[in-house]
């Protein structure tokens, strides 16, 4: 496709789908009958309230904003005071991904709980956000960079990265032969690399 | 290149009238393409240009044949043709990618509309009906029909994508506008001058676009 | 925990960003099951209450858990539509046979229908003058352009008539407009110097 897209997560969006898996601590405050084999710890068939468990946040969500929430939550630590304030130290030392691979969605995600630290996440994730931005830009635009770097960045940053990469190395292609080259379609490359590579199994 | 197709378009077709040229039809459907290319929404059609540019298209290739075989005429008229064929093309490919993208919203905005302001053509509607509806086909063979019976609804509204018109473009002032106020900025109004170039979020000017008072590049 | 079948389908589409895994049949039929177990849970629940009011919680989380579920299948299928529509584009409208054997029954059906969308569409542009949207790509630079074969296709009918064997290995100036589909499918190769 050649459409460019900003940012929007939907349905089908599978990144908005695997962010909302990561996980948050939960305590029970409603007994949940029936439930017990969600806590592998304990042995009752129901969720006694008190009981504390991490919880996907597409579960913990709708089960926390409730007018008598079924269970409270604790901020995940990498969105506290601690972490915050080795970010604001500098953000660009940090390996974000070792954190989480969603840092930013998942981020913005908490930033819909009713809990006094989540007010505080919005404003953390725009100043890593942009304090960072140089840094992927430069990685992006200098063709020294060893492409793998973009493993070291959550996803948010690894996608800008590759678009950076990828637009960088049309523009250079460009200036070098005026474009207008015609290329084999992406899908059809892959296709015939993978037939190749079955082959090269065949034979050996 | 305008100029070359104005040319050639000039001794193959006579009738040449000031609002009408070919020229003036080729610079607003480069205009269209480039628009269409950078919004994030789908904007109005422009089928009688495009009708009107193919229809020059056929008749330039006609005339071209009475030009003999290896007249350097032959190749240039050729390539002029080739280039605005691309432009069309390019332009309704990027309107059938936002169409396929968006399809429940852009029917959905369409059906508020009446024939004669709707945005896509009747082609486009066509296609787009037919492209939900397969979808909607294969989600229920493979899926709904076995899901427990109150999960089995194709549920529109949280199926529908929208394009986010919260992003940013680059444009160029046609027309100055005064005021344009950037939600989530500061307070300030923006004024736009003729001829000013300038990085905006899409939504404030959405409707400028679609008036032509700037252009999209 | 519930959803996690669910969410290896959607994990196995990210690890294959730049192909299309094989139709996880099975893995659909897991994820319909856990739903039905869940959904029959909750129909147990409110038919035999065990509690006095009862207690409808845990209802309401399976209820989610449900939805999830829909969710991860939908999107599966959605995201697999996606990438059989750009075959479309890049392969043409025949599928080759490795690549129709990844997909299941009813999404060769569903490439089939969109084919003729598109074909009907493309047949209707300009008052049914008609524009082959799939060609032209890139913006044409010249009439002319050098490609070398990649194997060994056969015979080429020009436009002006004239007919030529494209063999592998060997180079041709070729019409760009007449020989585009074939550097896309990667029969040709331009050859850029």
Redesign the interface.
Known sequence: ???C????P?????DD??SS?ERVSCKIE??????GY?DVSSESPDLQSGTKLD??H??AY??NSRTHP?VSIEVPKIYKEAYREILTADACAVALNKWSCYFYEFGIHLAQYEHSDCNLIQDLLLQAFKSRFRLVMDWAHNTGTDPTVGLQLPILERKLFLTGRKSRCLLISWLK????????????????K??RAELEDENT | MDDSVADVSEHLDSSDNEEFTPGKVLQDIENAWLNEKFAPEILPHQSELVDCMLEQISHMEENMKKLKKGDIRLAIHKMEIDRIRFVIKSYLRTRLEKIEQYTIHILSEDDKKSPEESYLTPGERKFAKEYLANIETLFRTVALQHMPANFQAFEVDKLTVKPNLNSHVFLRVNKPVQGIIVPGTTNDEIDLTAGAQRLIQYQPIASLVKEGAVQLI | MFGEKALELIKELERSAEGIPPFNDDGIRQVLEEMRILCQANFDDIENPTTDPPNYSSVRVRHMAISRNKRCILAYLYNRLQKIRQMRWEFGSILPPEIKSLLSEPEVQWFTSYSKALATYMRSIGDNYGLNLATDVTPPKSLYIEVRCLVDYGKLDLEDGEVIFLKKNSQYLLPRAECEGLVRQGVLQHVTS
């Open positions: 496709m050649s459409l897209h900003s940012y929007m939907n349905y089908f969006s599978i789908i695997l898996q409603v007994k949940l009958p029936g439930l969600l919880l996907p597409w579960l709708p089960m079924f032969e005026g474009g207008g080259s015609i290329e084999t379609s992406e899908m059809v490359a892959n296709h015939k993978r037939k």
